[in-house]
T-cell receptor, first 112, second 116 residues
Framework: SQTIHQWPATLVQPVGSPLSLECTVE??????LYWYRQAAGRGLQLLFY??????ISSEVPQNLSASRPQDRQFILSSKKLLLSDSGFYLC???????????FGPGTRLLVL | AQKVTQAQTEISVVEKEDVTLDCVYE???????LFWYKQPPSGELVFLIR??????QNEISGRYSWNFQKSTSSFNFTITASQVVDSAVYFC?????????????FGTGTRLKVLA
């Protein structure tokens, strides 16, 4: 069966510091991968989408970037965090475009 | 344009009551998928169900049931005999797999509070 992992689970970072969140999927190959952000009490905002290694689509211009160095690894990064980057970050995978997305446990990021 | 509307922001019920969460969608595609997810306080989105646009059969899974009606563009979710563990935010979502877009269109979510 497939599983999706995210780490860290919780992170507190000062403004201006770098960020690296990791997501890995097991039990499947060539998944579509997604990064979402959810601000407190709000809905889900799609940040990035990837259909393959090195292929990243960005949904909104922002302080964040994503990379996919391996088939089942998706990384969310920032060179300098802003207060507005605080939120709950969710990684998801799907077998094909438009099909069911399965979500990881998420990372809570607090930027102070 | 694609849209998913969950008009109920928050619902409170007493344990053992039945509760229905509404979802209304808009799409121009004839082929689409509809989804329900549960987000408990831990935060992880838990997949509950997927329906495709060609299958209007209602579905029941234990205390959960889903009513898909294309005529009213609705995909409602009913929890029978609610329990405290059902307390969560529930999201309805739409995807159009053959439209060339990979996006889900999420509703804004309905927070369900089940009181003991």
């Amino acid at each position: 069966s497939q599983t999706i992992h995210q780490w860290p689970a919780t992170l507190v970072q000062p403004v201006g510091s770098p960020l690296s969140l990791e997501c890995t999927v097991e039990g499947t190959s060539n998944p579509n991968l997604y990064w979402y952000r959810q601000a407190a009490g709000r809905g889900l905002q799609l940040l990035f989408y990837s259909v393959g290694i090195g292929q990243i689509s960005s949904e909104v211009p922002q302080n964040l970037s994503a990379s996919r160095p391996q088939d089942r690894q998706f990384i969310l990064s920032s060179k300098k965090l802003l207060l507005s980057d605080s939120g709950f970050y969710l990684c998801a995978w799907s077998r094909r475009q438009g099909e069911t997305q399965y979500f990881g446990p998420g990372t809570r990021l607090l930027v102070l | 344009a694609q849209k998913v509307t969950q008009a109920q922001t928050e619902i409170s019920v007493v344990e053992k009551e039945d509760v229905t969460l509404d979802c209304v969608y808009e799409t121009r595609d004839t082929t689409y998928y509809l989804f329900w997810y549960k987000q408990p306080p831990s935060g992880e989105l838990v997949f509950l169900i997927r329906r495709n646009s060609f299958d209007e059969q209602n579905e029941i899974s234990g205390r959960y049931s889903w009513n898909f009606q294309k005529s009213t563009s609705s995909f409602n979710f009913t929890i029978t005999a609610s329990q405290v563990v059902d307390s969560a935010v529930y999201f309805c979502a739409l995807s159009e797999p053959y439209s060339g877009t990979y996006k889900y269109i999420f509703g804004t979510g309905t927070r369900l509070k089940v009181l003991a």
